[in-house]
């Protein structure tokens, strides 16, 4: 059975630094990519960025180049979500999610599976 | 950048009615499309992808049809429990891009 469980809520104040995790069981975490995804508080979900854990292969999304890291550790079958100085702006809820390579139709170098199996998200608050 | 438009942005039905919900793509994104449900408190959960295949344990209700730029998603007969907010995604090309979703409340 494919399980993703995240890390638990943070609180931190801006200008510190955080990573959250992402750890999976059930199936061979090397082969599938791993997407994150952010909801600000009421809010609809953006991707963030993804990563395929064999190779440490990672693309950002424009808006979020250079703001987070996306690293995967093969060992322990946990990806990783990593600020170097939060804001405020960085409330949200995370998500990472398996990107199911066995679901839907092979489109090309640019083209992504769909997120099959999700976290139970992370809320990251920043306040002062 | 694909900018996917859901509509409406709220949907007032009642349980037993029936919910088209659409997403139109400001480009050609062929087949590869995708619709998650997310429930309140919940993490969003894949319902439809490659613009009609259902995935694995979704109720047979849920259908979704298009190709191309538009896209529509249509729940047969409204369940208490599909009460919920519904995002499209396209995963044709990065940066891959969510709908800004579609709220479906009990009226």
């Known amino acids: 059975e494919v399980q993703v469980v995240q890390s638990g809520a943070e609180v931190r104040r801006p200008g510190e630094s955080l990573r959250i995790s992402c750890q999976v069981s059930g199936y061979t975490f090397s082969n599938f990519w791993i997407g994150w995804v952010r909801q600000k508080p009421g809010k609809g979900l953006e991707w963030m960025g993804i990563?395929?854990?064999?190779?440490?292969?990672?693309t950002y999304s424009p808006s979020f180049q250079g703001q987070v890291t996306i690293s995967a550790d093969t060992s322990t079958n946990t990806a990783y979500l990593q600020w170097e100085s939060l804001r405020a702006s960085d409330t949200a809820i995370y998500y990472c999610?398996?990107?199911?390579?066995?679901?839907?139709?092979?489109?090309?170098?640019?083209?992504?599976?769909?997120?099959?199996?999700w976290g139970q998200g992370t809320l990251v608050t920043v306040s002062s | 950048e694909i900018v996917l438009t859901q509509s409406p942005a709220t949907l007032s039905l009642s349980p037993g009615e029936r919910a088209t919900l659409s997403c139109r793509a400001s480009?050609?994104?062929?087949?590869?499309f995708v619709w998650y449900q997310q429930r309140p408190g919940q993490a969003p959960r894949l319902l439809i992808y490659?613009?009609?295949d259902r995935a694995t344990g979704v109720p047979a209700r849920f259908s979704g049809s298009g190709s191309g730029t538009d896209f529509t998603l249509t729940i047969s007969s409204l369940e208490p429990e599909d009460f919920a907010v519904y995002y499209c995604?396209?995963?044709?090309?990065?940066?891959?891009?969510f709908g800004g979703g579609t709220k479906v409340e009990i009226k």
């Open positions: 999610t398996r990107l199911g390579a066995d679901v839907g139709s092979y489109c090309g170098g640019d083209c992504y599976p769909p997120g099959d199996f």
């Open positions: 990563i395929y854990p064999d190779d440490s292969d990672t």
């Open positions: 490659d613009g009609s």
């Open positions: 480009q050609s994104v062929g087949r590869f």
């Open positions: 995604q396209q995963r044709r090309s990065w940066p891959l891009t």
